[in-house]
């Protein structure tokens, strides 16, 4: 005769202790265990690798373009980043630091205007931005100001029929923009790699005073260029203040005489630049 084994049934098994932890209780006991900076260590160094090797093949140079002998960045291709004239540092665009923010999983998580001054004559802004992480917790915060004394405003001053009051849009754009791309920097600590501060001609003309309505030396000469002779340079649009800069320095026959009015035509050409390229400024 055939032993027949039964089955145990459910209730006969044993049934594991139940236990409940306070989640207080195990996050002090986690921070009490001694940092392991062997481990820390080695994450460091695959999580470093990791980003240069993002920054590598995932960002993309802006293309340049030779201008009055410095090389600048093209207006409407500066991509991700470029690098600062006349430094040996890149400068991280709008667009970069949103591919970086993507990376490490942040987000723009809140927005405050923490001063604001707007009058014809002037009008000036703070901006701070929060970013959150994937949990929506902090993940660091960058205070940046814009002004309508800068260059690019002031070379815009037709813009805003010179009362910039109705620039304060621009501005508190361009200084939340700033501080987003600021903030990108500072919380996933590559600073030594890029920076978001304003280019080395915007940084000079913020010492300078704002160039008058009609400066000297911006009139062309009359009897040449056409309908333009005599005119004030600024009143001259772009694609014809090209061919009057490339008459100036190629086609005369004497091109030191006319280098003062070439000179004030670049000048001219870099400031619309600087304006037309707004979306594209890092900062």
Known sequence: MTAVTRRPEVHDLPVPEQTYRDPREVLAEKLAQPADLERALE????????????????????????????????????????????AT??????????????LFRFARGDTQVTHQVCTKELCEVRVRVTLVDQYHRPAGSFESACSSQERSFQFAKKKYDGDFRAALNDIVARA????FVQAVIYSTATDEIFQAGAEPEEQRADAEPPPPAEPTGLTLPKGKFGKWGGQPISAVPTADLEKIYKFCIKEVKNPKTWAPIADAVGEEMDARRLTESDDDLPF
């Open 176 to 179: 939340s923009k700033r501080a």
């Open 89 to 102: 540092v890149k400068a991280l665009t709008k667009l970069g630091a949103e591919k970086l923010g993507q």
């Open 43 to 86: 994450t460091y160094d695959r999580n470093r690798k990791a980003l240069m090797r993002f920054i590598g093949t995932h960002l993309i140079e802006a293309i340049y373009e030779d201008k009055n002998g410095k090389k600048l960045p093209k207006a409407g291709e500066m991509n991700d980043y470029y690098m600062v004239p006349g």
